[in-house]
């Protein structure tokens, strides 16, 4: 698929990049409110005029393409993931310049000295960590004393309603309501040993689809569904969507998402 990220890309990817990069085109293409969820996370990481900044499971970088030009000068950003080809992406779609660093690394062994970065971010991640207290214990120690946290998740709510919708097609399939996984009910006491007193803000939106393709674009850009959802499968779930379509006039999907931030305690 192409590189431009504000180009329509409602097709049927075939790679796990790709994939990511269409989900995040299409919560903003489809989304009610008037913030995108980039914009709205953008806002609320407040970026220091100096330092450095550390993100956990980057992907392609489409948060800092989007907002590149408006960072602070004196920030030098590391983006890391534990996925070389991801990162190769990001270099080709411009995040190659000095202020960006890309680099592979595992989440659970991360290769920076102690007190490395004044600002860490995980968007999406932790809860599709298997280790995730190797992962806290590894950004608590890569952070300054003060330094800040930042954890992204979503909710029980989130997507259900796609996940209804594919479920007798894919039953072991989730969206990310597993209450046993990190999410914005847990997350707190999850990073409380580590980050005492972590708070929560809020972000929901629905994504409103009026035609069936991009509700099918979304579901296969997952790795699982992509695999799972062929021939009769695919047909018979194209067939319950434009069912729905008929009737409501429209396909409505629930976006619940939330950032926990919390300083790591001083030294």
């Avoid at 534990?82 to 989440?107: I, K, Q």
């Avoid at 954890?151 to 029980?156: C, D, E, I, L, Y």
């Avoid at 997350?187 to 099918?216: H, I, K, N, S």
Wanted: charged share 25%; aromatic share 10%; net charge neutral.
């Amino acid at each position: 698929m192409a590189e431009n990220p504000d180009r329509s890309p409602l097709l049927r990817v075939d790679d796990d990049i790709g994939g990511l990069i269409l989900r995040n085109w299409i919560q903003d293409r489809f989304r009610t409110a008037p913030q995108s969820w980039f914009d709205w996370l953008f806002k609320h990481i407040r970026l220091p005029e100096q330092g450095r900044f550390l993100e956990l499971g980057s992907g392609p970088g489409d948060l800092w393409l989007k907002f590149r030009q408006r960072l602070p000068p004196g920030l030098r950003l590391v983006l890391s993931d534990y996925s070389v080809d991801v990162l190769s992406t990001g270099r080709r779609r411009g995040l190659s310049t000095a202020r960006f660093n890309l680099l592979a690394a595992d989440a659970h062994r991360l290769p920076f000295p102690a007190a490395s970065f004044d600002i860490c971010l995980a968007n999406g991640l932790l809860d599709c960590l298997p280790q995730i207290d190797t992962t806290l214990t590894e950004v608590r120690r890569v952070l300054k004393p003060g330094g800040v946290f930042y954890a992204a998740a979503g909710g029980r709510g989130h997507l259900r309603e796609l996940e209804m919708l594919t479920r007798p097609f894919l039953a072991d399939f989730d969206y990310g309501g597993d209450t046993n996984r990190f999410g914005m009910e847990n997350g707190a006491e999850l990073m409380a040993p580590w980050f005492p007193g972590a708070r929560l803000l809020r972000y929901r939106t629905d994504l409103v689809f009026p035609q069936a393709e991009p509700v099918l674009a979304y579901i296969l850009s997952e790795p699982e569904a992509r695999k799972s959802l062929q021939g009769d499968k695919l047909q018979a779930l194209r067939v319950r969507i434009d069912e729905l379509l008929a009737v409501q006039g429209e396909v409505r999907v629930t976006t619940e998402k939330g950032l926990f931030f919390c300083a790591a305690p001083p030294a």
